[in-house]
């Protein structure tokens, strides 16, 4: 199956790698198949963002939330390295609310947001709550869906009446 990689030359990856999330793109009906092409990726690259955002976002929609789970907390401790970033939630939230605007810690808030989501989508409500309410104290715009999604696990149930 021959396909063009010059549409993903933002993705700074081998050729091969490029081919491989193209055929995952292609074949996604066949869940089988596009998830051979996405691991085989993922194999290649190890710990490559742009595919690792991929992978979690084929992960998330293809309703696999464990492995979106597993790839979305790859980036997040992927960033933690390069960063440099503590362990400690009170030590870290000032560095984050000063960077925010950072691409690398954006991407960052992004992925420990969605790994809230998925949390919560594996009935991890406690956990997703508490991701949610982290994000939500550095983000007063909403820009992560923290706030909505904090929300929606906080708001009580509507009574029958």
Do not use: C
């Not at 993922?42 to 976002?57: C, F, I, P, Q, S």
């Not at 508490?130 to 706030?147: Q, V």
């Amino acid at each position: 199956m021959e396909t063009s990689q010059n549409k993903f030359s933002w993705f700074d990856v081998a050729d091969d790698v490029k081919e491989l999330l193209i055929l995952a793109a292609q074949t996604w009906e066949n869940t089988e198949e596009s998830t051979k092409y996405m691991q085989q990726a993922l194999a290649k690259t190890g710990d490559n963002t742009d595919v690792l955002v991929a992978a979690y976002r084929y992960f998330y929609y293809k309703n696999n939330y464990v492995l979106a789970l597993t790839t979305a907390e790859k980036i997040t401790a992927k960033i933690k390295k390069e960063e440099s970033l503590p362990d400690n939630w009170q030590e870290l939230k000032p560095i984050l609310v000063k960077s925010h605007e950072e691409a690398q810690i954006r991407l960052y808030l992004t992925a420990y947001a969605a790994s809230g989501l998925v949390l919560a989508k594996l009935g991890k409500i406690e956990e997703a709550k508490e991701i949610s309410t982290r994000i939500k104290g550095i983000d007063d715009k909403n820009d992560f869906g923290a706030g909505i999604l904090l929300d929606i696990l906080t708001r009580p149930p509507e009574e029958d009446d």
